[in-house]
Nanobody, 123 residues
Framework: QVQLVESGGGLVQAGGSLRLSCAASGRTLSTYDMAWFRQVPGKEREFVAAISWDGGRTDYADSVKGRFTISRDNAKITVYLEMNSLKPEDTAVYYC????????????????WGQGTQVTVSS
């Protein structure tokens, strides 16, 4: 049983920073590509960032490029999302996902998903 557990969400003022973590358990996911998505109630879940299993490839949504950084620590089987210069429009539930091959933004094909962590950015 694979579990992805997100943490690090919270309430922050606009311009502030947060670091989200996604810890994997149940199976070694060190060879899995990972990604972050986010969803606002009433809207479709959207891609945020993705990273390959070795960290050598990354992709970002245009809306977060230059402000967010995705990284991973395979020794800890944890993926991070460093979020800087946060804006109210970044408010959402953030989910991490895992896949055996590079999917990038193709969220429907990710195999494993976490339960999400709420990020709220106040203006």
């Amino acid at each position: 049983q694979v579990q992805l557990v997100e943490s690090g969400g919270g309430l922050v003022q606009a311009g502030g920073s947060l670091r989200l973590s996604c810890a994997a358990s149940g199976r070694t996911l060190s060879t899995y590509d990972m990604a972050w998505f986010r969803q606002v109630p009433g809207k479709e879940r959207e891609f945020v960032a993705a990273i390959s299993w070795d960290g050598g490839r990354t992709d970002y949504a245009d809306s977060v490029k230059g402000r967010f950084t995705i990284s991973r620590d395979n020794a800890k089987i944890t993926v991070y999302l460093e979020m800087n210069s946060l804006k109210p429009e970044d408010t959402a539930v953030y989910y991490c996902a895992a896949a055996r091959t590079w999917l990038g933004r193709r969220q429907l094909e990710y195999e494993y998903w976490g339960q999400g962590t709420q990020v709220t950015v106040s203006s």
